[in-house]
């Protein structure tokens, strides 16, 4: 179904004046109605192993401080993890490579993440996607990715004093980032930037670096390993200016 525009989300996102809003915002979304539906089937139908879980079933906010110097753009919650959680990239296999990531170089302070409220923190670190709803098949529609993109571009201005630097995981999330920033106020080159695991593009102040994305099929297959992920998430800081 294609997704119906309200001036209900419009007002919402135009009114929030810091990210601790806009989250709160963000949760509320039902402008996508395939979406709406499958994530609240999956949080009633639930997965065998989480049947004792009451599932979050709702759109997953961006997590990390307001301050965040460098932001991790990826594609969208999983169904049994971030929909289940209410955190991006907790309580699935992606999350757990990513996290184990991050604490290695430096910028998160434990290696996992199972649920919200188990003490993990960020340092200058934002993860969002461009997608807040779990999808069917993980499948975001173009309909769907652009009916969310302006919970991306805002989120973006909120962060543009601090943000000196952004990792892509995977081409969705690089095409879906480009008109975002755009929007956001920063000059993105015509022709785009072509995704690609350890690209780099320097825009007014800011850095684009490309990663494949910690999907199972990723590192599953080798195609994507800790190193290479390691590497990426430490040239990000480097650029980002983040001691770590």
């Known amino acids: 179904m294609t997704p119906?525009?309200?001036g209900q989300e419009s007002t919402a996102r135009e009114g929030c004046e810091g990210l601790e809003a806009l989250d709160k915002a963000v949760t509320r979304c039902r402008e996508c109605p395939r979406l709406v539906a499958w994530r609240e089937k999956v949080a009633?139908?639930?997965?065998?192993?989480?049947?004792?879980?009451?599932?979050?079933?709702?759109?997953?906010?961006?997590?990390?401080?307001?301050?965040?110097?460098?932001?991790?753009?990826?594609?969208?919650?999983a169904a049994h993890?971030?929909?289940?959680t209410g955190r991006i990239f907790t309580?699935?296999?992606?999350?757990?490579?990513?996290?184990?990531?991050?604490?290695?170089?430096?910028?998160?302070n434990q290696p996992l993440s199972t649920h919200r409220g188990d003490g993990l923190m960020l340092y200058r670190t934002r993860i969002t996607a461009p997608v807040h709803c779990a999808p069917?098949?993980?499948?975001?529609?173009?309909?769907?990715?652009?009916?969310?993109?302006?919970?991306?571009t805002r989120e973006l201005q909120l962060l543009r004093p601090t943000l000196r630097a952004v990792v892509v995981l995977g081409a969705f999330g690089w095409q879906a980032l480009l008109p975002?920033?755009?929007?956001?106020?920063?000059?993105?080159?015509?022709?785009?930037?072509?995704?690609?695991?350890?690209?780099?593009?320097?825009?007014d102040g800011l850095y684009l670096l490309g990663c494949y994305?910690?999907?199972?099929?990723?590192?599953?297959?080798?195609?994507?390993?800790?190193?290479?992920?390691?590497?990426?998430?430490r040239?990000?800081?480097?650029?980002?200016?983040i001691t770590t």
């Open 136 to 152: 069917p098949a993980n499948k975001p529609t173009p309909s769907e990715r652009d009916a969310c993109r302006p919970w991306l």
């Open 213 to 233: 994305h910690v999907s199972q099929q990723n590192t599953f297959t080798g195609r994507l390993t800790p190193a290479m992920l390691t590497d990426v998430l």
């Open 4 to 6: 119906q525009h309200t």
């Open 81 to 84: 993890g971030g929909n289940r």
């Open 180 to 203: 975002a920033l755009s929007a956001a106020g920063w000059p993105v080159p015509i022709p785009r930037p072509r995704f690609g695991h350890g690209t780099e593009v320097a825009l």
């Open 91 to 108: 309580g699935d296999r992606s999350g757990d490579v990513l996290f184990a990531a991050l604490h290695a170089v430096g910028l998160a």
């Open 44 to 77: 009633a139908d639930k997965r065998a192993a989480y049947r004792d879980e009451t599932y979050w079933g709702r759109p997953v906010p961006g997590f990390g401080p307001p301050d965040a110097a460098l932001a991790i753009v990826g594609l969208a919650p």
């Open 235 to 241: 040239r990000a800081a480097e650029l980002a200016g």
